[in-house]
């Protein structure tokens, strides 16, 4: 085959060309900055004997590596460890927010990204790097490259083979037996035919001297994917429904996938983890792996950080109509809404670049990752960066927000659908001093106290916990005793005394626990910290006037869960519905009573025919309106 030139004058060989193959790959771009970093990279993949080494394999699977694997054949992982639920009776899975002591990478293609991971998350904990040549990671992290000599304190290098980057699809969750002691780590049938990746499990709980729990085996064969998971730390967790597709009997060209029902999964998750609500959202269709964690991440208990794209844009409309049915079908560890923060989702940049619906890369700000007092994520360029940055500030004040960039410098990682949440993985310490309150709102009291409540726990019980607060953070800040509630073991109280109308009142809990080990939440505090102002009750009421009650069906076209939102002005009752084109009433959405201000409404488009609809209200006084939508 003769070589090609590209648009930079670059000779390409067959190797390289069979490189640009691979999907999401999006190299051929007709604009100078894509090219450069689609040579930079050719050239390093290039120098391999084998394009189907490690240092290749993108997050997809692709033609060639089924090519490759039906050629060579492949070996399953069988070191499965305990096949069997992890034998306690308070079984927590850690959230990502809580103490670390352990960040986990495998080391490839990106020296740089991952040097930068290396160098922030080893002032928080320690850094275990797997290796395949431990002293070229040495030399990188040691050496001028990349923003200069880095010293090994905290890193731990382990020598070990591997597959690929991907090491959160591939590593186990960190996993209390006992609540918050009996650490031990859980992990799942991994959906790649990759067996060395999906043997880092076992090297890293040999590492640690830690128990691994698995399912790997009948009754409890689990298949899943760390991308697609996200847990709260107290029984909750989201996925997409890819959980449910790669369970479900069916088969692919290298494996068959257990089968269960969507309870039989609830339940293996139940057992293994300790989680009994199991959000499952629809997939993404521009999203190619379907992991969730490309378009959310939990801030904390109550704040669900969630990608914005512009309206009818890509995934925007699908991932707001999964938005709207997790706030009304579900709630916080204490029985509250999420709180929701919206980050824009930048399109890619350059000319041939744009939204994934336009074949762009699929750039994304909520794939970072906590490391203590650090959260770390990935940036693209300044006119989205600085949007982003801002966002996780004010969102996180008093932590340590680093962006690592993952489209530039030759390093384009982005362009493999993944960043830094893909390619690093935590390890919860052993012994957690658990701190979760639910922060204050906004008020209009300037007359009554404010009551602080929080649950504080440690394996060694609590012996002191405080309340710390201040009407400005850089001044000083009053402590108050917190005391247990009546009938209580882990839920404590205090007060902040009534402020007067225009005050901001900033906040922190502070525990110590018998053992001595002490600990504060928001966890940099008192660099961090909650806040809530005091309001005046006369600014900012709107009025109600008697319009269409329709806000804006979505997504719109529908295909899978739909959202229809409805805005009264008083309390009524009513029916919603589709219709199709010929006025036949398809299917009831709502019937009964309707209360005051807005209201979400979901139906499944999924095995609607394909059309234009309907959908309609009326109201028992007779009021009707409607509304088209598309169904596809």
Aim: aromatic share 10%; proline share 6%.
């Amino acid at each position: 085959m003769p070589s090609i030139r590209i648009c930079c004058g670059q000779l390409l060989s067959p190797l390289n060309l069979l490189f640009l193959s691979l999907p999401n790959s999006f190299i051929l771009k007709q604009h100078s900055q894509i090219c450069a970093k689609a040579l930079l990279f050719l050239i390093a993949v290039s120098s391999s004997s084998d394009l189907l080494s490690q240092r290749s394999w993108p997050h997809a699977l692709t033609d060639q590596e089924r090519d490759h694997f039906e050629r060579v054949g492949f070996e399953p992982h069988v070191v499965r460890g305990i096949e069997t639920p992890p034998p306690y009776d308070n079984i927590r899975t850690a959230a990502e927010w809580e103490e670390v002591e352990a960040l986990t990478i495998a080391w490839t293609d990106f020296p740089c990204i991952q040097k930068q991971i290396v160098e922030a998350a080893k002032e928080e904990c320690t850094v275990i790097i797997f290796a395949d040549d431990e002293e070229q990671v040495i030399d990188y992290l040691t050496g001028n490259a990349c923003g200069g000599q880095l010293t090994l304190e905290n890193v731990q290098i382990v020598p070990t083979e591997y597959n690929s980057i991907w090491i959160r699809d591939y590593g186990a969750n960190t996993v209390y037996g006992s609540w918050n002691d009996d650490r031990v780590l859980v992990d799942w049938l991994y959906n790649r035919p990759r067996p060395d990746d999906d043997a880092i499990p076992d090297v890293l709980a040999e590492t640690m001297g830690l128990e691994l729990y698995s399912t790997t085996g009948e009754p409890y064969d689990l298949m899943n994917t760390g991308g697609n998971w996200m847990s709260d730390g107290f029984g909750t967790a989201f996925a997409s429904e890819l959980i449910l597709e790669e369970n479900n009997g069916g088969s692919t060209w290298w494996t068959d996938y257990p089968d269960h029902s969507a309870s039989e999964i609830d339940q293996i998750i139940s057992d293994f983890h300790g989680v009994d609500t199991y959000i499952n959202m629809p997939n993404l269709p521009y999203d190619g792996i379907h992991h969730i964690d490309m378009h959310m991440k939990l801030l904390d208990e109550s704040t669900l950080l969630v990608a914005e794209y512009p309206e009818g844009v890509a995934d925007g409309p699908q991932i707001n109509a999964n938005l709207e049915y997790v706030l009304a079908n579900f709630t916080t560890r204490w029985g509250t809404p999420f709180d929701v923060i919206r980050i824009p989702s930048p399109p890619e940049q350059g000319w041939g670049g744009g939204y994934p619906d336009a074949n762009g890369w699929y750039l994304t700000y909520t794939n970072s990752v906590f490391v203590n007092n650090t959260i770390l994520l990935p940036t693209y360029y300044t006119e989205y960066d600085t949007t982003a940055l801002r966002i996780y500030d004010e969102a996180l004040p008093g932590y340590n927000v680093v962006g690592i960039d993952c489209d530039n410098n030759g390093e384009a990682i982005i362009s493999l659908s993944g960043a830094i949440h893909c390619i690093t993985h935590t390890v919860g310490v052993e012994d957690p001093l658990m701190i979760s309150h639910l922060p204050l709102p906004d008020t209009e009291d300037s007359t009554n106290d404010y009551v602080v409540e929080a649950y504080i726990s440690h394996r060694s019980e609590i012996q002191s916990a405080t309340m710390h607060w201040s009407t400005s953070p850089d001044e000083e800040w009053n402590a108050v005793p917190m005391a247990l509630l009546a009938g209580e073991t882990a839920n404590w109280s205090a007060s902040i005394p009534a402020q007067p109308v225009g005050t901001s009142v900033y906040y922190y809990v502070e525990a110590e626990a018998n053992s001595g080990k002490t600990g504060t939440r928001p966890m940099p505090a008192p660099e961090g910290w909650w806040s809530f102002a005091v309001i005046d009750q006369n600014v900012g009421i709107d009025g109600h006037f008697w319009v269409d009650p329709f806000l804006q069906a979505f997504p719109n076209p529908a295909s899978a869960i739909a959202c229809v939102p409805l805005d009264l002005p008083r309390a009524a009752k009513g029916e919603l519905y589709l219709s199709n084109a010929l006025g036949q009433k398809i299917l009831v959405i709502h019937s009964g009573n309707i209360k005051a201000g807005v209201n979400k409404y979901f139906f499944d488009a999924q095995g609607i025919a394909q059309g234009a609809y309907l959908l309609t209200l009326d109201l028992e006084n007779g009021q009707r309106w409607s509304q088209h939508l598309m169904v596809k």
